[in-house]
């Protein structure tokens, strides 16, 4: 079977309107993502040559103007609400004029991972997705496996709150996965250190106790812009390895997700076909350390779509450019035809607990 007969399941794109952009707490003028993103953009970015096998998505929560608790002078959660609404009528096939989705669209949305306030704990965790099964209702309330809080952009410590490591604990109970964010390039390693700390108070002790599985996003961001000779040897990478060995470690129940690179690495220009080979081997010191850590099993294939485009050379080519990257990476490794079809669809399948 060629890569492009074995079906994908894209496990990390975003979705947000053009009327929505004024709730999206990253949103400015000037922001390349600065415009619509949907479900009709999204098709056309993946219809690339030559075109996949793509079962359907699952969405990401896009970081909207939200507070953890629902009360004034905060945000609140009706920005956030709004989000699980529109997909709400995506999952449907009920779209609202002008908001970039038709009824067909609806069985393209496998998945469902909106914002929660888990920093709140079990009590405020516990109204909000209710609220949010009042929005979805019964019928799509089966497509919400898991919620994401990110903490690239918190203050240290974030992680370890009491409120926060119960609030995933309560997550477990529920079946729900929880989504993590952390960056470490941007925001750096103390991010990864903390996270770790985090894993083993949540996975300590849990006797009898449903863990929660955690999905690690974007590799974790790692500097994949870092110079050296000899970029395994470094002692920023070193340090890496050891904190993302250690996630893997912490549970059987963590995962990765093999995305977000194009957002590290050096832009990409729109007309020019890159270098897949360069890009694979710039690549290769952190991937194989995500494989060799986690298996094959564990690890799992997104997109990061819209937000690759930025550095993936835009809309009509950063999709397709990805899939070959990874396409390449997969050979790399000397994936059996099995482990190939976990990456592209069912490993992520198994992750958030969607049936197809």
């Given amino acids: 079977m060629t890569p492009t007969q074995i079906p994908i399941v894209d496990s990390h794109i975003h979705l947000f309107p053009e009327t929505h952009l004024k709730t999206l707490s990253w949103h400015s003028a000037t922001n390349p993502l600065g415009m619509q993103h949907s479900v009709n953009e999204y098709r056309h970015a993946t219809q690339c040559n030559p075109p996949p096998l793509l079962h359907g998505f699952i969405f990401l929560e896009t970081d909207r103007l939200s507070s953890i608790t629902d009360s004034p002078p905060n945000h609140g959660w009706q920005h956030v609400l709004d989000e699980v609404s529109l997909l709400t009528r995506i999952a449907l096939g009920i779209p609202i004029p002008g908001e970039g989705h038709s009824p067909q669209d609806k069985a393209f949305c496998l998945g469902i991972?909106?914002?929660?306030?888990?920093?709140?704990?079990?009590?405020?965790?516990?109204?909000?997705?209710?609220?949010?099964?009042?929005?979805?209702?019964?019928?799509?309330?089966?497509?919400?496996?898991?919620?994401?809080?990110?903490?690239?952009?918190?203050?240290?410590?974030?992680?370890?709150?009491?409120?926060?490591?119960?609030?995933?604990?309560?997550?477990?109970?529920?079946?729900?996965?929880?989504?993590?964010?952390?960056?470490?390039?941007?925001?750096?390693?103390?991010?990864?250190?903390?996270?770790?700390?985090?894993?083993?108070?949540?996975?300590?002790?849990?006797?009898?106790?449903?863990?929660?599985?955690?999905?690690?996003?974007?590799?974790?961001?790692?500097?994949?812009?870092?110079?050296?000779?000899?970029?395994?040897?470094?002692?920023?990478?070193?340090?890496?390895?050891?904190?993302?060995?250690?996630m893997a470690r912490a549970s059987p129940r963590t995962y990765m997700k093999l995305s977000g690179a194009f957002s590290e690495l050096l832009p990409l220009e729109t007309e020019l076909e890159p270098d897949f080979g360069a890009i694979v081997e710039r690549v290769q010191p952190w991937t194989d350390v995500v494989f060799d850590a986690f298996g094959a099993d564990r690890v799992m294939f997104g997109s990061d779509w819209p937000v690759c485009n930025v550095g993936g050379g835009g809309n009509d080519v950063s999709w397709g450019r990805w899939r070959h990257v990874v396409e390449e990476i997969l050979e790399w490794r000397g994936l059996s035809e099995e482990q190939k079809r976990g990456v592209w669809g069912s490993v992520a399948l198994h992750a958030y607990g969607i049936e197809i």
């Fill in 113 to 246: 991972v909106p914002w929660a306030p888990v920093p709140g704990g079990p009590d405020v965790l516990s109204v909000y997705m209710e609220q949010v099964r009042a929005r979805t209702g019964e019928v799509v309330w089966g497509k919400v496996r898991g919620v994401r809080y990110l903490v690239q952009d918190k203050v240290a410590g974030t992680m370890l709150g009491g409120g926060f490591v119960e609030g995933l604990r309560w997550l477990g109970r529920q079946g729900l996965v929880f989504d993590l964010g952390v960056d470490a390039r941007s925001g750096g390693l103390g991010q990864l250190r903390e996270a770790v700390q985090m894993m083993g108070l949540v996975y300590g002790g849990l006797e009898g106790d449903d863990p929660v599985t955690i999905v690690i996003n974007h590799l974790c961001k790692p500097n994949l812009r870092l110079l050296s000779d000899d970029i395994r040897s470094h002692p920023e990478f070193l340090e890496w390895k050891d904190l993302v060995t250690k």
